[in-house]
């Protein structure tokens, strides 16, 4: 179940976070996931031991071959049901662009804007919860990019 949030949840283990990397132009970066074949967020599970800074930071390198600036801003969790667990999702600021390493489950980075991002994910598999994601995220937009 996905709700909308401000401050991260603190009632539940955060088992996984993705963002949504916002560049100065107002464009966004989305991945697509070849497995699933689906546009998606840049993120995935926190590791063992790993913050979830320290796990946003290594997938948005292993995903996107992006470096995100340091300020986050928590805008929706998804609750498991299953596992009892969040996915938390934020919006940060590109800082740069990297290589993407070989061998993991995206074929790279798409950068377009909130709009074109929203229309395709619903043309490609039509699901309220990732076009939601996409809204709350345009929401907060122009508040970080104006810091």
Not at 9 to 19: C, E, F, L, N, R
Not at 48 to 77: M, S, T, W, Y
Not at 83 to 109: N, Q
């Amino acid at each position: 179940m996905l709700r909308r949030i401000d401050e991260l949840p603190t009632d539940k283990t955060i088992a996984g976070v993705h963002s949504v990397p916002l560049l100065d132009d107002g464009s966004i970066v989305m991945v697509w996931d070849r497995n699933e074949q689906v546009l998606t967020t840049v993120g995935g599970r926190i590791e063992a031991g790993e913050h979830i800074d320290q796990a946003l930071n290594r997938e948005a390198v292993e995903e996107a071959g992006i470096l995100l600036k340091p300020e986050r801003i928590p805008f929706a969790c998804w609750y498991w049901t299953e596992t009892d667990t969040y996915t938390v999702f934020v919006l940060a600021r590109v800082d740069s662009f990297v290589p993407i390493p070989e061998g993991f489950e995206t074929t790279g980075r798409v950068v377009m804007n909130f709009e074109t991002a929203l229309q395709m994910v619903n043309k490609i598999e039509g699901r309220a919860e990732r076009t939601q994601i996409l809204s709350y995220a345009r929401e907060l937009a122009s508040e970080l990019l104006s810091r």
